[in-house]
């Protein structure tokens, strides 16, 4: 133990030394270096900031309300290039109670570039969105609501509860470089342990599963898996006014032919705009004329017409 503590004081006394010397030779690249330690040890003191929530429902094992913070964190790497994998962090369910009311929050962590891009394309977003669910799903054995929508506040609990939850669960960034080597399949995500119940792994997931927009977002794909290209459907949007010519609603009619159920219709709404999806076979996604009410929107599916009716109040 001795030895050691003396090697160690050896080697920090060495580094000290050529610190020293750089200082004397060349005070700039002294400075740079400098300024780049203090830059990442900045980075790494980071606290995740909110980016947005999202509201969803559990429904196995317990159907239950919830809600998924979408947070910045600069502690998260950002991807090497378009061809690594994205990481993101993942922090514990917490149950929360208020009056009568009982939900669950999950706070979800990716790097602030990765957001920022997300902000600038909406589809983009929906698949970080959707990620984000799948991983929940695959990581705490959740079956998850297909539906979701963008509340009008950031967080869902305080800030404070954010951060304590996702700095207790932080490993290493360097051991989450590392783990950007070795992209996770489905299967390896299925396996992945958790060694105690303050710590979760990072779920790393390929860019090129995160930027489809022909397959699903966590789907493991065989080199000889034909990609099948979705169709836009056939669409009526309109939208409905009172006697007074008073505009209440958008309503959306879409014909899915081959559809027999809206358990395959992938649904998802924000105030302005609205995106459905049915696994390898339509996509449409849609501006909305109007800002609708996330909360009163409803969908129903005509069987015998193969018709998705979805009826969006206006704000």
Same mark, same amino acid.
């Given at each position: 133990?001795?030895?050691?503590? !003396?090697? $160690?004081?050896?080697?920090?006394?060495?580094?000290?030394?050529?610190?020293?010397?750089?200082?004397?030779?060349?005070?700039?690249?002294?400075?740079?270096?400098?300024?780049?330690?203090?830059?990442? %040890?900045?980075?790494?003191?980071?606290?995740?900031?909110?980016?947005?929530?999202?509201?969803?429902?559990?429904?196995?094992?317990?159907?239950?309300?919830?809600?998924?913070?979408?947070?910045?964190?600069?502690?998260?790497?950002?991807?090497?290039?378009?061809?690594?994998?994205?990481?993101?962090?993942? %922090?514990?369910?917490?149950?929360?109670?208020?009056?009568?009311?009982?939900?669950?929050?999950?706070?979800?962590?990716?790097?602030?570039?990765?957001?920022?891009?997300?902000?600038?394309?909406?589809?983009?977003?929906?698949?970080?969105?959707?990620?984000?669910?799948?991983?929940?799903?695959?990581?705490?054995?959740?079956?998850?609501?297909?539906?979701?929508?963008?509340?009008?506040?950031?967080?869902?609990?305080?800030?404070?509860?954010?951060?304590?939850? $996702?700095?207790?669960?932080?490993?290493?960034?360097?051991?989450?470089?590392?783990?950007?080597?070795?992209?996770?399949?489905?299967?390896?995500?299925?396996?992945?342990?958790?060694?105690?119940?303050?710590?979760?792994?990072?779920?790393?997931?390929?860019?090129?599963?995160?930027?489809? !927009?022909?397959?699903?977002?966590?789907?493991?794909?065989?080199?000889?898996?034909?990609?099948?290209?979705?169709?836009?459907?056939?669409?009526?949007?309109?939208?409905?006014?009172?006697?007074?010519?008073?505009?209440? !609603?958008?309503?959306?009619?879409?014909?899915?032919? %081959?559809?027999?159920?809206?358990?395959?219709?992938?649904?998802?709404?924000?105030?302005?705009?609205?995106?459905?999806?049915?696994?390898?076979?339509?996509?449409?996604?849609?501006?909305?004329?109007?800002?609708?009410?996330?909360?009163?929107?409803?969908?129903?599916?005509?069987?015998?017409?193969?018709?998705?009716?979805?009826?969006?109040?206006?704000?």
């Amino acid at each position: 133990m001795e030895s050691s503590s !003396k090697g $160690l004081l050896t080697q920090v006394t060495q580094f000290w030394n050529l610190l020293d010397d750089l200082a004397e030779s060349n005070p700039e690249s002294y400075q740079k270096f400098i300024q780049q330690q203090l830059k990442e %040890g900045k980075e790494l003191c980071a606290a995740p900031e909110p980016q947005l929530c999202l509201q969803t429902r559990i429904l196995k094992p317990k159907e239950k309300l919830l809600f998924i913070n979408l947070c910045q964190w600069k502690r998260i790497p950002a991807p090497e290039s378009a061809t690594h994998p994205v990481p993101l962090s993942i %922090g514990r369910p917490e149950d929360i109670s208020e009056t009568s009311d009982v939900y669950t929050v999950i706070d979800v962590a990716y790097h602030p570039d990765v957001l920022q891009a997300a902000e600038k394309d909406q589809v983009k977003k929906d698949q970080l969105i959707r990620m984000a669910m799948r991983c929940i799903e695959e990581q705490f054995q959740f079956t998850l609501s297909n539906c979701y929508y963008i509340t009008k506040f950031r967080i869902k609990g305080s800030i404070q509860r954010m951060k304590q939850n $996702l700095m207790g669960i932080q490993t290493n960034p360097a051991d989450l470089r590392e783990k950007m080597r070795n992209e996770l399949t489905l299967e390896k995500i299925r396996s992945s342990t958790v060694s105690t119940s303050d710590q979760f792994p990072q779920l790393l997931l390929p860019e090129d599963q995160v930027s489809s !927009k022909t397959a699903c977002l966590i789907e493991e794909i065989s080199s000889t898996e034909i990609k099948v290209e979705m169709k836009r459907p056939a669409y009526e949007l309109k939208i409905v006014a009172d006697q007074n010519e008073k505009p209440l !609603k958008i309503e959306l009619k879409v014909e899915l032919p %081959g559809v027999n159920s809206v358990s395959l219709c992938d649904l998802s709404v924000s105030e302005d705009d609205i995106l459905i999806e049915v696994s390898e076979k339509y996509r449409l996604y849609l501006n909305l004329p109007e800002s609708v009410d996330t909360e009163m929107t409803t969908a129903k599916f005509i069987k015998e017409k193969a018709t998705l009716i979805v009826t969006m109040p206006l704000v």
